[in-house]
């Protein structure tokens, strides 16, 4: 599965430019988003979305905050969580509230990669599922 669709959110324009560049060498379309709020928006607005990476700090709406909107907006979207040093607690609060996983900034970039990798392969288990039973549902109602 290497058609994976990342968006990476964070307010750091230098490191989500360098980021987004160097997960394309890696063969992974990330988009990019500098805000909680933008975050959404893209996420509201098809291409669809696989994998979120979202930095924990940020001014305005914060990763958890973020985090809380994306589970309940799209709830199989799938979402790692960056984080410096003092904010651990804080990611771990996310992983409370559905994060996939989170990675202390700054990141190796293999790490980063397979975690996306593993995430986007959660999500396409979750819609396999759901596709499963929808299927089950139709064959039931016609008798099959």
Excluded: W
Excluded at 18 to 27: E, I, P, S, V, Y
Excluded at 47 to 70: A, F, H, Y
Excluded at 97 to 110: R, V
Excluded at 115 to 129: D, F, S
């Amino acid at each position: 599965m290497e058609d994976i669709q990342l968006l990476l959110v964070d307010d750091e324009t230098a490191f989500v430019e360098t980021m987004t560049k160097r997960l394309a060498k890696r063969g992974l379309n990330a988009e990019s988003a500098f805000s909680g709020e933008e975050a959404l928006d893209k996420l509201d607005n098809p291409p669809r979305t696989d994998v979120v990476v979202l930095d924990v700090k940020m001014p305005g709406m914060d990763g958890i905050e973020t985090l809380r909107e994306i589970r309940l907006r799209h709830p199989l979207v799938e979402v790692i969580m960056l984080t410096g040093h003092a904010t651990v607690e804080t990611a771990i609060s996310g992983m409370k509230l559905g994060a996939f996983d989170y990675l202390m900034k700054p990141c190796e970039l293999d790490e980063l990669v397979a975690k996306v990798r593993e995430a986007a392969n959660k999500k396409l288990g979750h819609e396999q599922k759901i596709l499963e039973a929808r299927a089950r549902h139709i064959a039931l109602r016609r008798g099959d």
